[in-house]
């Protein structure tokens, strides 16, 4: 048994699943701490949000995020038409599946009645007022949606209280008639530099919220290296242990090659990457030959078996 | 409880543990696959070996593998006076502790009476013959050991064989009188080219380990990227998932910054580099402000309550 969440646009479909490669939600398209971003939608100029379409989907993310939240000022009157035209902008440009990204129920229900096909809603929280608001239209349009494990209380730094949260809300998505598979948690990422355990947290709730709920899970990823430095690479590490312990998807920058790296390689050793063939054509023009390869192996002499076999193998293969 | 093994020079002391920073066993003392190496050991040239003693601890090594198996002819006359000099060399150079590597019994009982403190002896299997040879000098020199999961049938590619081999051992290494926390357990890592599921494995036997058998595990980590392009990206990946899984240590090459880097971040998001005070130091030179920080983070908005917490936070250290 596993779970499959479908996403999808008018013409195509997306799985997120534990037996699915690692789903990357492109999150550029988002005004939030971009500020001539901002400034350029606010102003009617789209000529970013266009590129930011065709750059993520040419690096390869599989849902694109669309946020319109431009100011803080009176946004239940400026979200939602700003949203419907960015959605329409960019379902106009690809049949990339869609993730409609806001804090205003208003924006998501101008979002819904826009995108086409079966988009992702970002986001449902613990909090009463959220989930009055926001299930029932995840409900009305059948759609998967994010859910964030905090509530009235904020964010909890115990793992088993943000655990609770989430299963709060798949709680009261099934009084809805919203099954679990179309629940994908955000377990919430802290920051590493803040929170010694902050790593650890995350791959245990995984696991449980994996096990126990049966839900997908996604994440703002580089939340856990702020303030760090390196700290593109150590993103990086921290999706690919994640995905190992049954991270689905992540809200990502799919322009960041140490994270798209990252992810490639755990969808490789987490048998998500049939074949190895993603990896392999990706990374064709950095094979070295098998001597060559065995040598720079530097084999241990306790693998002697193992390396036999392989041996064998290759000789095998290049007869 | 914790598991903690000591390995020890004359003079300093090195733990493998599930609450320590993974451990680097350094693999480049190992003239299998070196020919050129052999040769030079086999003449009496120990230029390279010192080269890569210096090197090895430069880079970060804890523990220096020594293995002089030069030639396949006659190891039982040849091997042991040659492992006598070589780890005589060996720890004329440096305090760090020794890792005594031969597949000849002789070899690491001359090994063991020549190494100073508590050397970590590579490696016992679950063949009778190996337990009968190796169990007895392990518990007589009271050193912890290696043991590799396989035994008279070979390796077997169920994973719940070779925890049942790893098993045997520790109860048969109990029966000499040595401790789990002595053991080291090598689950055995299959090339991810040939068999889809070899990290997984490796995973799920890690936990296993741990959680059943309370013993530390080890790993020859570059095999699971055999014949693989881009392999030192996806060995370092291994490494930091398998650690996240709770592998403690590897026998590796530290001079590959990937897999090294692997490493540090595995310890920062695992919760063992304390303070991230290791990665802090080591990547000094690539932090950037934390309003670049910010910049890049590409913050989606459904964490703005991390990030509002962060800049207070950030704000403050400014002051």
Redesign the interface.
Known sequence: MTTHTLVASATREHIIGFDKPFTIIG??I?P???KKLAAEMQAGNFDTVRADVLAQVAAGAHIL?V?A?VTAVNPNETEPPLMRLVLEIVQSMTDTPLCI???VSSALKAGLETAKGRPLV??VTGEEEKLEAILPLVAKYNVPV?A?S?DEN??SEDPDVRFEVAKKIVQRAADHGIKPWDIVV?P???????M??A??QV?RLVRRLREELKVNTTC?A???S??????R??T???L??A???GMTSA?M?PLHDEDM??IF??N????TD???KF??N???????G?SA???????????????AR?KA??ERRRR
């Open positions: 999150e550029r988002n939030t701490g971009r995020d946020n939240g990204d806001s804090s970002n986001s994010v964030i905090n904020g964010i955000d919430l990422v802290m920051p590493i530099g803040a010694g355990t790593g650890q791959f703002g580089s939340n856990i702020f303030g760090m430095p390196n700290r690479a150590l990086g590490y921290f690919a242990m995905a190992s312990h809200i920058n790296h990252a390689g755990a490789v050793l987490n048998g049939r074949n190895c990896w392999t990706r990374f064709r023009e950095m094979t070295s098998p390869a065995a040598q720079a192996a530097g084999l241990q002499s306790s693998n002697e078996d193992i390396e392989r193998r290759e």
